[in-house]
């Protein structure tokens, strides 16, 4: 049997938000599976669906950009060690100048990117003159381009942390709701088509297991797994969400209330999936005083 470390313990726990004894127990039967643990928590209880909470947040900002004319927008996630440092002017300044690099000159990956020329000096080159200066390592992490159907929406949140673009036929103020309700309920999909077969099938098997083990008979049990996968994408999927202003609407039925249509959209959370190193603070200080010896 695989030892279960404490680590693995608190990791699950960060996913599924339950108890450390239910985790451990959970892998202990998985033989230290992380992911058939928690497919198993949650067949057996109240495991949270979306891991979103083992996500643990780096430092930086979402650099953004868009055209005058709305129809080209982008986001660029520039990665810092310390949020004091994704304050600084010159950092801000960076991440911005690489967002209307992206949407001007339409890179296609972030090497191509640091070949790029900004103001007479290469990419990679301004990086590293602002980490010398700073003092600091920071990485471009991850970009977007938009080209709009319609035209691109731009909605930047929590002190640049949240970055959204939309792509919307309709009103204005309709496509900034949109983008407000993204950065709030971060759907991964557009609509309940989009969704992978394999995730769809997932979530099916779940549901089959926490029927069964309802006991119920297995009409009952079979109508139990349908409505719970069609709420499963609802909840990921943008149309299928309860709209943010109006829960008692969908945001695909307030679209078509406004006579608004969603093309595209496409969102940055600054260190989303980004371990941090948790350094023991106690064992620094004891490790400086024994180098002052």
């Not at 309709?170 to 309920?185: L, N, Q, R």
Request: net charge positive; aromatic share 4%; with cysteine.
């Amino acid at each position: 049997m695989a030892e279960i470390s404490a680590s693995l313990v608190k990791e699950l726990r960060e996913r599924t938000g339950l108890p450390m004894m239910e985790c451990k127990k959970a892998l202990t039967e998985t033989n230290g599976d992380i992911d058939k643990a928690e497919e198993l928590l949650r067949i057996k209880g109240s495991a949270k669906a979306s891991k979103a909470a083992a996500r643990v947040a780096a430092e930086g900002i979402v650099g953004a950009w868009l055209s005058g004319d709305g129809k080209v927008g982008a986001l660029v996630e520039l990665n810092s060690e310390t949020d004091f440092v994704a304050k600084n002017e010159d950092f801000v300044a960076f991440a911005k100048s690489l967002a209307e690099l992206v949407a001007t000159r339409n890179p296609k990956s972030v090497e191509e990117l640091n070949s790029l020329d900004l103001m007479g000096t290469k990419v990679e080159a301004k990086r590293q003159a602002l980490i010398q200066k700073i003092g600091e390592n920071m990485t471009i992490r991850r970009f977007k381009r938009m080209q709009a159907k319609g035209k691109v929406v731009l909605y930047v949140h929590a002190g640049s942390k949240i970055g959204v673009l939309v792509d919307c036929e309709g009103p204005e103020d309709v496509g900034k709701d949109v983008a407000m309700h993204i950065a709030f309920a971060k759907p991964t999909h557009l609509t309940k088509a989009e969704v992978p077969a394999d995730v769809v099938q997932r979530e099916r098997d779940i549901q089959l297991a926490r029927a069964k083990e309802s006991g119920k008979p297995p009409e009952i049990a079979a109508k139990m797994v349908e409505g719970a996968v069609n709420k499963f994408l609802g909840e990921i999927t943008l149309l299928g969400q309860p709209f943010i202003k109006d829960d008692k609407q969908s945001v695909e039925k307030m679209l078509a209330a406004k006579k608004s249509k969603v093309n595209a959209y496409a969102f940055f959370v600054v260190g989303e999936g980004i371990e941090k190193k948790s350094a023991d603070f106690a064992a620094e200080v004891m490790a400086q005083a024994g180098k002052a010896h």
